[in-house]
């Protein structure tokens, strides 16, 4: 039996924050942000992705990890608000990846 703790995908992830979200009685953090609204999930993945930012520019890279942590449960918690999959998301990667990234950046809507 391993000692090190159990490897989580963003799928795992992602049907966590579903289950979570769905589940009725309750204490749920995850249920309680949703419940919030898009809006306090967006500001809650802005804050971690500046505390991510911070993390990396820093000397600690266990903050850094964490940091990542935090970014990527409230990136589910958001895609999650939001009805979007992760499938949506990688066939978006998936899109992109069939051209350079300079032509997919000038590919874009400008506004």
């Known amino acids: 039996m391993s000692d090190s703790p159990a490897r989580v995908t963003l799928e795992d992830l992602a049907a966590i924050v579903a289950r979570r979200a ?3 009685g309750e204490a749920s953090y995850t249920r309680a ?3 919030k609204g898009v809006a306090k999930c967006a500001q809650k993945l802005g804050e971690e992705a500046v505390e991510t930012a911070l ?3 820093g000397t600690d890279t266990k903050a850094v990890i964490s940091e990542t942590a935090d970014l990527l449960y ?3 918690v958001l895609l999650q608000a939001r009805g979007v999959s992760l499938d949506d998301v990688y066939a978006e ?3 992109r990846t069939n051209q350079s990234g300079l032509e997919e ?3 874009r809507p400008k506004g």
């Open 33 to 35: 942000l949703i419940a």
């Open 93 to 95: 990667l998936g899109r």
């Open 74 to 76: 409230h990136l589910a």
């Open 55 to 57: 993390a990396a520019v």
């Open 105 to 107: 950046k000038a590919s």
């Open 22 to 24: 769905a589940a009725e």
